[in-house]
């Protein structure tokens, strides 16, 4: 399965298109990782714990994205794209989208 973030695949032909495919991935706050930020929050620094966290997300966000165009029949995602938005306090999503297509 190709993914790209192109709108083409070079020295391939699109020959349809499948449609959108998603994966997203709500994750929340684990306490021991709080308490690590808050602890690196007074020296300053990356959040090592967050972005683990948040490259499994977007890991599995992408593994679903994956599934889903695979069950169309599709060869490659172009376009992929990701946002994220809070859901609640705590708690974030992470959506993983593009356009499912079949190649020549």
Known sequence: MI???TETVPER????ILGIVTGNVVQSK??????MASLKGIVGG???GYTEMFNEARDQAMSRLETE??????DAVIGVR???S??????CE???FGTAVKLR
Do not use: P, W
């Open 3 to 5: 993914l790209a973030t």
């Open 13 to 16: 032909e699109i020959i349809a």
């Open 30 to 35: 684990h306490i021991g990782r709080d308490i």
């Open 46 to 48: 990356e959040l090592k």
């Open 69 to 74: 165009a695979l069950a169309l029949g599709a």
């Open 82 to 84: 990701f946002t994220t």
């Open 86 to 91: 809070a859901i609640m306090d705590g708690a």
């Open 94 to 96: 992470l959506l993983a």
